[in-house]
């Protein structure tokens, strides 16, 4: 490594861990210096990432940011959630179960609840007076943080911490796979997205991606029936690896194979839901989510802006992403590049687009490292001045300036790959 380049290099590794350090010289509560500390962190990764990828880095300086970033995770975990407060439904949810209760069964706010009020729960929970929406594996989680640390947020983060490594070990396992750089590994250990929504706020889709990647690495590795059992327990924590299942169903030749890569998965989902099925409603919160709930949905936001109609603008972002995702799926692109696509189309035309849900794309960044999905998982910071706004002063409003600067290059950037790999096909 060049002196020059080495210096810059250098400079971007403290640039980047001095990003984290506001988040243990202030308030541990406080969104201002979350959001900062995000925002400026999630710049320098797309930086730092670029030059990792297009540069040999030795062996010292992986050691270094690997162990930095493991460091990272365990002394977040005591930092108080700033961003969201979503953990509360999570300890919540834990709670009613641990009593014996279906959390499909009442609101938090039902009289039937009574007993199980405390002075944090649930009145600190976001919307008391709808059901859980969480798949049952979730519940599983929720259930067991309880249990470790009741009204605490310990038990949720030292779960996260534990399935963290797990996905670290299976990107891991799928970049030996694919003899791919281990380097690589970088991009997801280091990405801010995971250490700020999992590690800080506590959000779910940490527990999810464990289990789609390990999927995908048993899947390549031709164990095809521990894949489809290992994405089923990934719908049932978020319905987001949903989007794989057709790849799988396609990919396979055999009528038999295609028939198990959907019915395994199902069956795992029934499975899990039965207990809860017949004293609860699993499906109604999560039916009334979807229909209303809206943020970040570049695409759904300009067309609504015209339409001025949520259910009449979502039925044609549905067609919009099913008209997009058909060829790729049915298209001759390798098994992981077509996750990775399906993935960004989703984002793009999705309504709601919280900043977590793009963890989904970043496991997929190690063996796929395009730029349009490393500019994605940084300027998805942006989205915290909503955050923030909602933070200081109780109002939830999305910035037309977020979405610009958020989504301008990441579909600029998307739209260049996919002409340039059209055109390789073609060539």
């Given at each position: 490594m060049?002196?020059?380049?080495?210096k810059?290099?250098?400079?971007?590794?403290?640039?980047f861990?001095l990003?984290?350090?506001?988040?243990?010289?202030g308030?541990?509560?406080?969104?201002?210096?979350?959001t900062?500390?995000?925002i400026?962190s999630?710049?320098?990764?797309?930086l730092?990432?670029?030059?990792?990828?297009k540069?040999?880095?030795?062996k010292?300086h992986?050691?270094?940011?690997f162990?930095?970033?493991?460091?990272?995770r365990?002394?977040?975990?005591?930092?108080?959630?700033?961003?969201s407060d979503d953990?509360y439904?999570?300890l919540?949810?834990?709670?009613?179960?641990a009593?014996?209760?279906?959390?499909?069964?009442?609101?938090?706010?039902?009289?039937?609840?009574?007993?199980?009020?405390?002075g944090?729960?649930?009145?600190l929970?976001?919307?008391?007076?709808m059901?859980?929406i969480?798949?049952?594996?979730?519940?599983?989680?929720?259930?067991?943080s309880?249990?470790?640390?009741?009204?605490?947020?310990?038990?949720l983060k030292?779960f996260?911490?534990?399935?963290d490594?797990?996905?670290?070990?299976g990107?891991?396992?799928?970049?030996?796979?694919?003899?791919?750089?281990?380097?690589?590994?970088?991009?997801?250990?280091?990405?801010?997205?995971p250490?700020f929504?999992?590690?800080i706020?506590?959000?779910?889709?940490g527990?999810?991606?464990?289990?789609?990647i390990?999927?995908?690495?048993y899947?390549?590795?031709?164990?095809?029936?521990?894949?489809?059992?290992?994405?089923?327990?990934?719908?049932?924590?978020?319905?987001l690896g949903l989007?794989?299942?057709?790849i799988?169903?396609?990919?396979?030749?055999?009528?038999y194979?295609k028939?198990?890569?959907?019915?395994?998965p199902?069956?795992?989902?029934?499975?899990?839901?039965l207990?809860?099925?017949?004293?609860g409603t699993?499906?109604q919160?999560?039916?009334?989510f979807?229909?209303?709930?809206?943020f970040n949905?570049?695409?759904f936001?300009?067309?609504?802006?015209?339409i001025?109609n949520?259910?009449?603008?979502?039925?044609?972002?549905a067609?919009l992403?099913?008209?997009?995702?058909l060829?790729?799926i049915?298209?001759k692109?390798?098994?992981?590049n077509?996750i990775y696509?399906?993935l960004?189309?989703l984002?793009?035309?999705?309504?709601?687009?919280?900043?977590?849900y793009?963890?989904w794309l970043?496991?997929?960044?190690?063996?796929?490292?395009?730029?349009?999905g490393i500019?994605?998982?940084?300027?998805?910071?942006?989205?915290?001045f909503?955050?923030?706004?909602?933070r200081l002063?109780?109002?939830?409003?999305?910035?037309?300036?977020?979405l610009?600067?958020?989504?301008?290059?990441v579909?600029i950037?998307?739209l260049?790959?996919?002409?340039s790999?059209?055109?390789?096909?073609?060539s």
């Amino acid at each position: 490594m060049k002196l020059a380049s080495w210096k810059y290099f250098s400079l971007l590794e403290v640039l980047f861990l001095l990003s984290f350090l506001p988040l243990f010289l202030g308030n541990y509560k406080s969104v201002v210096v979350y959001t900062i500390s995000y925002i400026f962190s999630s710049l320098i990764f797309i930086l730092l990432v670029f030059y990792i990828l297009k540069n040999e880095i030795s062996k010292k300086h992986i050691i270094f940011l690997f162990s930095a970033a493991i460091l990272l995770r365990l002394i977040l975990i005591p930092v108080h959630p700033a961003g969201s407060d979503d953990y509360y439904r999570y300890l919540w949810d834990g709670k009613v179960e641990a009593n014996g209760i279906n959390p499909y069964k009442y609101a938090p706010d039902d009289s039937a609840l009574a007993g199980l009020h405390s002075g944090i729960l649930p009145k600190l929970v976001n919307y008391p007076d709808m059901k859980t929406i969480y798949p049952p594996v979730s519940q599983a989680i929720f259930y067991a943080s309880y249990l470790i640390s009741g009204e605490s947020y310990y038990g949720l983060k030292i779960f996260q911490f534990m399935f963290d490594l797990l996905t670290i070990f299976g990107i891991f396992l799928i970049l030996k796979k694919l003899n791919l750089p281990l380097k690589n590994l970088l991009i997801y250990v280091l990405a801010p997205l995971p250490l700020f929504q999992f590690f800080i706020d506590a959000h779910v889709d940490g527990f999810g991606l464990t289990f789609m990647i390990f999927s995908l690495y048993y899947y390549l590795s031709g164990k095809k029936l521990l894949s489809f059992l290992f994405i089923g327990l990934s719908i049932c924590i978020k319905p987001l690896g949903l989007i794989v299942l057709p790849i799988y169903f396609l990919n396979e030749k055999l009528i038999y194979e295609k028939v198990k890569s959907v019915l395994i998965p199902v069956l795992i989902c029934v499975l899990f839901y039965l207990p809860f099925i017949f004293s609860g409603t699993p499906f109604q919160a999560l039916l009334k989510f979807t229909e209303n709930w809206t943020f970040n949905g570049v695409v759904f936001d300009i067309l609504d802006s015209f339409i001025h109609n949520n259910q009449i603008t979502r039925l044609i972002c549905a067609a919009l992403l099913l008209i997009t995702y058909l060829p790729v799926i049915f298209s001759k692109k390798e098994i992981l590049n077509k996750i990775y696509i399906s993935l960004m189309l989703l984002f793009i035309f999705s309504p709601v687009v919280h900043p977590w849900y793009i963890s989904w794309l970043i496991i997929m960044l190690p063996f796929i490292p395009k730029p349009s999905g490393i500019v994605y998982a940084g300027l998805i910071s942006l989205t915290a001045f909503t955050v923030l706004n909602y933070r200081l002063n109780g109002v939830w409003q999305e910035y037309i300036m977020v979405l610009i600067f958020e989504y301008t290059p990441v579909i600029i950037i998307f739209l260049k790959e996919l002409f340039s790999e059209r055109k390789i096909a073609a060539s």
